[in-house]
């Protein structure tokens, strides 16, 4: 009896049960709407939001095409090695290291009196090549004067000739007459092979004095090419002396300084890094983002010693070719495997104007491309 009593009540409990649950759930489903109802303006607010969002997404998307960037970028600049370019020892270097200077400031002096006295010889030589010149100058001069004075000489013994000619002749025909004696005829006839004698030697004398010009020419241009040899060892004394001075070659800062005083300078020892106020960036972009890319296009520099500052500047050029195929060791893709691998390709970026914060090789940059 208690057992079906006890099932009864089992049996009207489970329909109660659902009953109550669908009442709980069509509560929470009116609740629901009662408060969305109660909240429409937050609804709206986040669906606003949210197109917004994805609006804004889309806006950058397409701003982000028109821009390339890369963290591959460095500071360049072309550094000098300032080393010497004769022997000597050092006597001098007023600069320090890190220092910024000025074309043609002093870097190194070097011991200069060995090229001084190299000079002084030189120039002893070119006086004395002068002097030669000079001489021969005057000589050639002074043997004109003998060639003038031989061609008269010539010409007075072609007119003694002459005169001995007639003589020779009148006393032949004299003699002959009977109007004068054998013996006058041969005196004047002895008199003229002594002219003719004396009309050979001034010809002979003449052709000697002219050869002789020539002879002081010879020697004059000989003497001329002395001297010019004498002016080049002169020059490159002047060159050598001048190079015991060693001045900044542009505007730059002095690195790595080894020079010092009372060292030796050997020819070619490097005394000192040198780097140029002027540097630019080179940034190494991948191949798949120069399709847009020109020179002139603007660039927003960030540099990594300077956060939340930004250097304007401009694409200068590209380079005609990837970095990897000027290196030391080239890919070479026709042997083994391959694998492609994207390239980069270094592209030069130019400051618009000269940063006014201290730059060096090496330094990390961002540089951004507004490509379009």
């Known amino acids: 009896m208690d057992q079906r009593v006890e099932d009864e009540r089992r049996t009207e409990s489970a329909p109660r049960r659902e009953a109550r649950s669908a009442d709980g759930a069509m509560q929470k489903a009116r609740s629901w709407r009662n408060t969305m109802r109660e909240h429409r303006v937050l609804a709206l607010a986040i669906a606003i939001a949210a197109i917004i969002a994805i609006i804004a997404l889309v806006l950058w998307w397409l701003n982000a095409q028109k821009y390339e960037t890369t963290d591959d970028a460095f500071i360049d600049a072309r550094t000098v ?18 220092q ?21 010889q030189a120039k002893a030589q070119v006086a004395q090549a002068q002097a030669g010149i000079a001489n021969l100058s005057a000589q050639l001069v002074a043997q004109q004067a003998r060639i003038d004075q031989a061609d008269k000489q010539v010409t007075q013994a072609q007119a003694a000739l002459t005169f001995a000619q007639q003589q020779a002749d009148r006393y032949q025909l004299l003699a002959r007459q009977g109007s004068a004696t054998q013996e006058q005829a041969q005196q004047y006839s002895s008199s003229l092979l002594q002219s003719q004698a004396a009309l050979a030697a001034a ?170």
């Open 81 to 98: 090695q300032i080393s010497a370019q004769v022997a000597a020892a050092i006597v001098d270097v007023p600069v320090t290291d890190n």
């Open 203 to 372: 010809q002979a004398n003449a052709t000697a004095a002219e050869k002789q010009n020539a002879v002081l020419d010879a020697q004059r241009e000989l003497a001329a090419a002395q001297l010019e040899q004498a002016q080049a060892t002169e020059e490159q004394a002047e060159t050598n002396l001048s190079r015991t001075v060693i001045t900044a070659p542009v505007d730059g800062r002095v690195t790595q300084l080894t020079a010092a005083k009372g060292g030796w300078a050997a020819v070619g020892q490097a005394l000192m890094m040198f780097v140029p106020r002027e540097v630019w960036v080179t940034a190494n972009f991948k191949e798949t983002q120069l399709e847009t890319m020109r020179p002139g296009e603007p660039v927003s520099i960030e540099i990594d010693a300077y956060p939340g500052r930004k250097f304007e500047g401009h694409v200068a050029s590209i380079q005609a070719g990837s970095g990897t195929a000027f290196s030391v060791l080239p890919a070479e893709n026709a042997t083994g495997n391959y694998v492609k691998i994207v390239q980069r390709v270094p592209v030069k970026i130019v400051f618009n104007k000269p940063p006014d914060v201290l730059l060096g090789p090496g330094m990390s940059v961002v540089p951004t491309v507004k490509v379009r």
């Open 100 to 120: 910024s200077v000025d074309a043609s400031t002093v870097l190194v002096r070097l011991d200069d009196r060995d090229y001084k006295a190299q000079l002084d």
